[in-house]
């Protein structure tokens, strides 16, 4: 067997929140003016970090949009969404959830950003929720948990439209893993699910909440559809 090929630490940041009310009182002008900031500084930045955008009005009680970004810097993504918050409409987002995971990519001719555009927010629906795996899935050898993860993945070959992936949170967040399942069908989605939940994997599972559906749209048709 040959040697590992490279990889590069690519940090993701999933941040939800909600728009606060104070922003629907204003006047018709002002609210233009705020959207517009803010869209100016996410286009500032857009050629430097993968963003994708996603409404959740409606589907969870508690929050309006998810901002999913990804970058190689850590700091430089945590920058950004800092700025999310000072920032036009911004000023009015009250953060819900936020949770950070690291995705090893591998090194190819491809510049990071095009292989992040080309591999992950392809899809329109987005199911999101933390992993925490208990105590006894660590004790397992390698090859246990690798058959485990076989039977899993063999249940996801059955649906093509259909893309997870697993962004690792050790010693960086609270979770072990945050898991993504893109899908261009909500009923491919729903089904899925729903047989991932037989697996035996789910044995070695604590939490798996909360979970969030979010569809993708772009950024000034969810902040038109909020205001």
């Known amino acids: 067997m040959g040697p590992d090929k490279p990889q590069t630490d690519i940090y993701s940041s999933f941040l939800f929140v909600r728009l606060k009310t104070e922003f629907r009182l204003l006047v018709s002008n002002e609210k233009i003016a705020e959207k517009q900031e803010f869209e100016n500084m996410i286009g500032n930045c857009q050629e430097k970090i993968f963003l994708r955008t996603y409404f959740l009005t409606g589907l969870k009680s508690n929050c309006?949009?998810?901002?999913?970004?990804?970058?190689?810097?850590?700091?430089?993504?945590?920058?950004?969404?800092?700025?999310?918050?000072?920032?036009?409409?911004?000023?009015?987002?009250?953060?819900?959830?936020?949770?950070?995971?690291?995705?090893?990519?591998?090194?190819?001719?491809?510049?990071?950003?095009?292989?992040?555009?080309?591999?992950?927010?392809?899809?329109?629906?987005?199911?999101?929720?933390?992993?925490i795996k208990n105590h006894t899935w660590y004790e397992m050898t390698h090859e246990e948990r690798e058959t485990l993860m076989a039977e899993r993945t063999k249940v996801l070959a059955k649906y093509t439209d259909i893309k997870e992936n697993f962004f690792y949170s050790y010693g960086i967040d609270d979770q072990d893993i945050v898991v993504t399942r893109e899908a261009k069908n909500i009923n491919q989605l729903i089904e899925a699910t729903k047989e991932l939940r037989k697996q035996r994997i789910k044995n070695f599972t604590t939490s798996d909440r909360p979970v969030y559906l979010a569809i993708g749209r772009d950024l000034r048709d969810i902040l038109d559809g909020l205001s």
């Open 64 to 131: 309006d949009i998810l901002f999913w970004r990804m970058s190689e810097d850590l700091q430089f993504l945590q920058e950004i969404c800092s700025r999310s918050f000072s920032s036009g409409i911004g000023k009015y987002f009250e953060p819900v959830n936020s949770y950070i995971g690291m995705y090893k990519a591998p090194e190819s001719s491809q510049d990071q950003f095009s292989y992040l555009q080309n591999n992950f927010g392809i899809y329109k629906y987005l199911l999101i929720h933390p992993l």
